[in-house]
Every structure is written in C-alpha cells, then in structure tokens.
C-alpha cells in the first residue's frame, strides 16, 4: 500500500558530509591523544547540541577519560543572544585539580564558551581547554576566546544535524545541513 509522503520530515541540504565529519573528528582525537597522552582527561559535554559529537569523539580518545555533562541556555532570543547564560544542569563531580576539555558544539558569538570557562574555571581544574566542532569567525564577539581545538570554521550560516537542531528539530540527521528558511 502506497503512503503519503511525510511532509513534516524535512532533509536540509548537506553542508558538511557525515564521511567529512568523521574524518575530521579523527585528526582533531589525534591531536587530543598526543597532547593527553596518559593523561586522566575529563571532557564535558554541553547539552543538548554536542551530545552527537561527544559520543564520536570519546570513541577515538586512548586516555582514561570521565564524562561530564552541562546544561545551558541563554536569555534572550535565538538571534539576540544577551550574553547571560543559565546552567540548567551542573556537572556530579568537582573540577579541582583534574585536566578538563569543554565539548562545544559550535561557536558562534562565543558567548556561551566565554561564560562557561569562566564558571568552571573558579573550580580550579589543573587545566581547562575546549574543543569545538564548528566555528563561525564571522560572528564572533568574544575575541579573547580560549579556543584550543576546532574542527570546521564555516560562514554566517544556521546549521542543523549531528546534534545541532532547530526548535528541537534535526538532531538525528548524519550529517551538517543548513536551513535557508525556516522549516
Ligand atoms: P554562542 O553565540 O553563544 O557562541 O552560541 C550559542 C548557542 O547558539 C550554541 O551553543 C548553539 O546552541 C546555538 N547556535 C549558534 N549558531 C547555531 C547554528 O548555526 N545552528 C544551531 N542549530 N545552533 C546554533
């Protein structure tokens, strides 16, 4: 029996390829490997965009990792982000004394980063990094940003897929899509 097509399930275009993205995952756990080798490293996931990228990238690391997870959002609207941030959930374990990696999605005005470093940075970890899967230098405010490993820098542009969504939509895509207008 033919059915209707589902009109509600959108496919945006491809930006970067679900092949690019895993490729590019392995050079940046290379990189993380030789800087950490034998190092205890605990990585913090921000929810709810990196959660694709995290689970990728922890699977190519060859260090005794511990998982963390954070949650944030920011005041305002999507496009007018104010730069206030609110932790709606905070991590189990404390920082102090331990190597910490912060696994970002993507950074575009860098507000959420700038914050985020700043609100474990107190907790007094041995070192603090971060690593982001995309970045849109275009857009960013906080010039000062502590940016250490970047997977993809891309244009002025509103991904969805691998974790990213819009209105909760396209986490599940394989790939990095775009939206031109709004689905
Ligand atoms: P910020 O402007 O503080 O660097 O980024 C804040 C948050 O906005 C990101 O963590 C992400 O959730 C969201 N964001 C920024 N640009 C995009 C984009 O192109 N696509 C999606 N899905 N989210 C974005």
Redesign the pocket.
Known sequence: MSKAPDVKYFEPPSYISAADIKARILELAAKINDDYAGIDLTLIC?LK??IVFFTDLIRELRMPIHCEFIG?S?YGN?TE?T?E?KVTLDLNEPLIGKHVLIV????????????LIDYLKVRKPASLRTVSL?H?PE????KTLKMDYIGFQ?PN????GYG???AEK?RGLPYIG??ENEH
């Open positions: 921000t965009g990196s944030t920011s999507h982000s730069g941030i970002e999605d993507i950074v575009d005005t860098g507000l959420t980063l700038a914050y995309l849109k857009t960013l405010k906080v891309i542009k509103f991904v969805v990213l969504d819009y396209f775009y939206l």
